[in-house]
């Protein structure tokens, strides 16, 4: 059972426009939600995180919006830029009931900005 | 460079045989983490330590066995390997604290033939 999915595996879009990714999730003791970066040949790095008890956090380019009610989360990314490509993992965890052990990651999704 | 260092980049190794994974966290951090990437999935979670305890453990197969050692790095091993053991294998890092972001290394290309 896929607790948190991205149902995208791949996103397009043109450099300067606007890229939202996408992740739904299934567990309602969720608390705290992450977005990870990940290049080829390298590991993931952290991007931008927000706590339930928010609806959006925003850090530069990226914004993370969060639908508690929906079990839906979004990155943001405006305006996009070609350094941007990679693959972007949502994770979740219950943070409140355990450390970073119980991170759940998504599939992850490829963006392409095209210059 | 997020800090923490795995060796070694890529193996390759036949069914059967038996392969260790180390990892060396980021200088301060006390909890090391495994993770199992497959062909099309997300990150596994396998196993945590913190402090040379195991603290938490997720999908990991009896197998595979993990440990950290007093200076804090961690070595996965992985025995009587199966082609569907083949994988990118990532260690990460964090202080060990709640809602911490975790620090990865490059990962591990276990390629079993």
């Known amino acids: 059972d896929q607790q948190v999915k991205q149902n995208s595996p791949s996103l397009s879009v043109q450099e300067g426009r606007i890229s939202i990714l996408n992740c739904d999730y299934t567990?309602?003791?969720?608390?705290?939600f992450l977005w990870y970066k990940k290049y080829p040949a390298e590991g993931p790095t952290f991007l931008i995180s927000i706590s339930s008890i928010k609806d959006k956090n925003e850090d530069g380019r990226f914004t993370v919006f969060l639908n508690k009610s929906a079990k839906h989360l979004s990155l943001h990314i405006v305006p996009s830029q070609p350094g941007d490509s990679a693959v972007y993992f949502c994770a979740a965890s219950s943070g409140t009931q355990g450390g970073s052990e119980k991170l759940v990651f998504g599939k992850g999704t490829k963006l392409t900005v095209n210059p | 460079d997020s800090g923490v260092t795995q060796t070694p980049k890529h193996l390759i190794t036949a069914t059967g045989q038996r392969v260790t994974l180390r990892c060396s966290p980021r200088s301060g951090d006390l909890s090391v983490y495994w993770y199992q990437q497959s062909l099309d999935q997300g990150l596994q979670f396998l196993i945590q330590?913190?402090?040379?305890?195991?603290?938490a453990k997720g999908n990991i197969l009896e197998r595979f066995s993990a440990q950290q050692f007093p200076d804090l790095h961690s070595e996965l091993n992985l025995s009587s390997l199966e082609l569907g053991d083949s994988a990118l294998y990532f260690c990460a890092s964090s202080v060990g604290g709640l809602n911490e972001k975790l620090f990865f290394g490059s990962g591990t290309q276990l390629s079993v033939l």
């Open positions: 330590y913190y402090n040379g305890e195991e603290r």
């Open positions: 567990n309602s003791m969720f608390d705290y």
